[in-house]
């Protein structure tokens, strides 16, 4: 129940086009739902996260769309650019009785932007 | 403002031999995280501290891995004896505070960039 299943493993999609990774989870305690982005050799980094009373939210060409009755959420980076290849990590937020905050992270996405 | 520091980088070991992960948090972050990421997996928390106490070891294999963090600041981790399963990246990162009211916003965690290890 604390899973969060992250498709699709790998991806390659063109300079210009629309990249879309789907994340799924079972937990409704989960509280808020961050993507991170993580390039070779270094450690994952905070993109861009979403409340599950928020439906989308979007900061510059990243977008979440949140469907909170389907238990789904999806990244959204338009206009993908080389510099976007990266492993991206979903994530989902569990806070315990005692206030502390735990993240689930999902398998990853491979994602190639090719010229 | 300075990032995580994480060493070695880089370790090779063979298995039943020990090895030990140095951390090095963001200043005055109170919160302190290992992880561990096997290839091809998202990261996995293994231990969390507040300070320089253990707030969350659940998914620490307490059999083989300890860590500790004894003035508040840096971290160990160590492994012994290692198993070949336990080849993997270990990410150390640290957040300001330790939690947050249910909806607020992230308490952003700050990732090093982990050391490899690589058990034969």
């Known amino acids: 129940q604390q899973q969060v299943k992250q498709s699709p493993q790998s991806l390659i999609v063109q300079k210009g086009g629309i990249s879309i990774i789907n994340c799924a989870y079972e937990n409704t305690a989960f509280d808020y739902f961050p993507w991170y982005q993580q390039f070779p050799g270094k450690g994952p980094a905070l993109l861009i996260a979403i409340r599950p009373d928020v439906s989308e939210k979007k900061e510059g060409r990243f977008t979440i769309s949140f469907n909170k009755s389907a238990k789904q959420f999806s990244l959204h980076i338009m206009d993908s650019q080389p510099g976007d290849s990266a492993t991206y990590f979903c994530a989902a937020r569990f806070i315990s009785n005692f206030g502390n905050e735990k993240l689930t992270f999902g398998t990853g996405t491979r994602l190639t932007i090719i010229p | 403002e300075a990032g995580v520091a994480q060493s070695p980088r880089y370790k090779i070991i063979e298995k039943r031999q020990s090895v030990a992960f140095w951390c090095n948090p963001i200043s005055g972050h109170a919160t302190l995280y290992w992880y561990q990421q096997i290839l091809g997996q998202g990261p996995k928390l293994l231990i969390q501290f507040q300070n320089n106490g253990v707030v969350d070891d659940s998914q620490l294999p307490k059999d083989r891995f300890s860590a500790e963090r004894l003035k508040g600041v840096d971290s160990t981790l160590k492994i012994q004896p290692a198993k070949l399963e336990d080849s993997a990246v270990y990410l150390c990162?640290?957040?300001?505070?330790?939690?947050?009211?249910?909806?607020?916003?992230?308490?952003?965690?700050?990732f090093g960039a982990g050391s490899r290890l690589t058990v034969l």
């Open positions: 990162a640290s957040s300001l505070r330790r939690g947050v009211e249910p909806g607020a916003g992230a308490n952003v965690l700050t």
